[in-house]
């Protein structure tokens, strides 16, 4: 936020969706992000490749990669930023959920989706390990900081950080560790070792199934920060001095600039209608598949303890859990080719430093970009996870802004993985008031 074109902004809301997957996908020529989301797309069953029964979506079920999925919305509701000299200050409310999948073997991707009849892969022992999944839903109130701390002859130096609250909605996790299993057919399993742990609050009665959206809005509490720090370098020298009398324009334009920032450190801890379980070194050698019935999701875990302890409930270690946000180490590069012509390059890394955490993908974009005070136009190229390559359009007119990093999943060009897109309107007011005694605007000189 710290040198910037703004005097003050008024953010009213904006909304982005994010989801992408390598297992499931939607084949080319059948559908498009629009007939899904407006449910024009009439889901055609599907027979499974093997066994008995049919589903909605094709999977990826012979290549044998690791699984990931990736979603993430998030809801920015009313905020507002001012600055004072060089100091900038922010208030942002919103709501975000998100989950994330990471290194699922295919063979559980394939037992979970087309059931234990998947033939190819019975009597097979696998050997598994660190694999886990999470998915969390939180409102949030984050107030931030930035200011210009260093003005050198070329180079501009400043640093910015938030931090806020988080209430949690609903969270639940799942992880593993080592794991030894052999399907013998669609009836018998056999677990000659399982290491695994998960947790759970959600807005469901796990004695009932009855879903309640409203009671309680909060399971947990927690805390989440950004900061970051950016160098710029311009050829003409920044200013250092200026009049008292005289107006003092606050945005330096640039020549290109470098940033670094740690974004989502925090973590939520739910403790209300939360329950964590663990499974530790445990096997049973012989679990008639067919046999199993649950009524509920209490009924189920209390079942799967009884199979690997021969107790109901030693599988429960707790009425409380944390899971972290998705970290991530920001990498930011922005030129400024010349008038309003810039290109932007961006990294995002994760970065994993405790269990259970949301894992955001790796992200590498650049993106050239148009930027006027009443139009922008952006034209990000994107490298998703390594191995993704993808192609967006962003458009702001005025404080109205509609974009996607992913344009292709408006077509039918591609098999659809999944989607992306964002709208935003904010009101801004610039940095540009005008000395009553000339057009030029106050400081006119000083800036030449």
Not at 67 to 73: D, P, V
Not at 182 to 197: F, R, S
Not at 260 to 270: C, H, Q, R, V
Request: some cysteine; glycine content about 6%; aromatic content about 16%.
């Amino acid at each position: 936020m710290a040198n910037t074109k703004l005097k003050a902004e008024i953010h009213v809301l904006s909304a982005n969706g994010f989801v992408e997957n390598n297992y499931l996908y939607f084949p080319s020529r059948t559908t498009t992000f629009l007939e899904i989301a407006s449910g024009a797309y009439d889901y055609p069953l599907l027979p499974k490749p093997y066994g008995q029964g049919s589903r909605y979506v094709y999977s990826n079920y012979e290549d044998k990669s690791s699984k990931n999925y990736f979603i993430n919305t998030r809801v920015m509701g009313p905020s507002a930023m001012v600055t004072l000299n060089d100091h900038v200050f922010a208030i942002r409310t919103g709501v975000r959920a998100m989950s994330s999948t990471r290194r699922m073997p295919y063979d559980m991707a394939n037992f979970c989706y087309y059931g234990m009849d998947f033939k190819p892969q019975h009597r097979t022992l696998y050997f598994r390990d660190n694999y886990d999944m999470s998915a969390m839903a939180w409102w949030e109130v984050s107030l931030s900081y930035a200011t210009v701390f260093n003005r050198g002859k070329s180079n501009l130096w400043s640093v910015g950080i938030s931090v806020g609250p988080l209430f949690g909605y609903s969270g639940a996790y799942a992880k593993g560790g080592d794991t030894k299993y052999l399907v013998y057919n669609g009836d018998i399993l056999n677990v000659e070792l399982l290491n695994a742990e998960f947790g759970y609050a959600i807005p469901v009665d796990d004695q009932t199934n009855e879903v309640d959206w409203a009671d309680p809005l909060v399971r947990g509490t927690g805390w989440g920060m950004d900061i970051g720090v950016t160098w710029q370098y311009r050829d003409k020298p920044y200013h250092r001095q200026i009049s008292s009398y005289c107006y003092k324009k606050k945005f330096e334009e640039y020549q290109f600039k470098f940033g670094i920032s740690l974004i989502d450190i925090g973590w939520i801890n739910f403790y209300k209608e939360a329950e964590k379980h663990n499974f530790i070194n445990v096997h049973n050698n012989w679990i008639r598949v067919n046999e199993l019935d649950y009524n509920n999701i209490k009924d189920e875990i209390r079942t799967t303890s009884e199979l690997f302890y021969n107790d109901s409930t030693a599988s429960l270690t707790g009425n409380s859990f944390q899971i972290f946000l998705p970290a991530s180490v920001g990498l930011q590069f922005d030129y400024h080719v010349k008038s309003a012509w810039y290109v932007n390059a961006v990294a995002v890394i994760p970065a994993k430093y405790a269990e259970p955490m949301i894992e955001r993908p790796m992200v590498i974009a650049v993106t050239p970009r148009y930027e006027s005070r009443f139009i922008e136009v952006q034209l990000p190229l994107v490298l998703y996870d390594f191995k993704y390559p993808r192609f967006g359009l962003s458009l702001r007119i005025d404080g109205l802004t509609v974009g996607s990093d992913n344009l292709l999943c408006f077509t039918s060009v591609k098999e659809f993985t999944g989607c992306d897109v964002y709208v935003s309107y904010r009101i801004m007011l610039r940095n540009d008031r005008k000395n009553p005694y000339t057009s030029k605007g106050a400081c006119f000189n000083n800036w030449k």
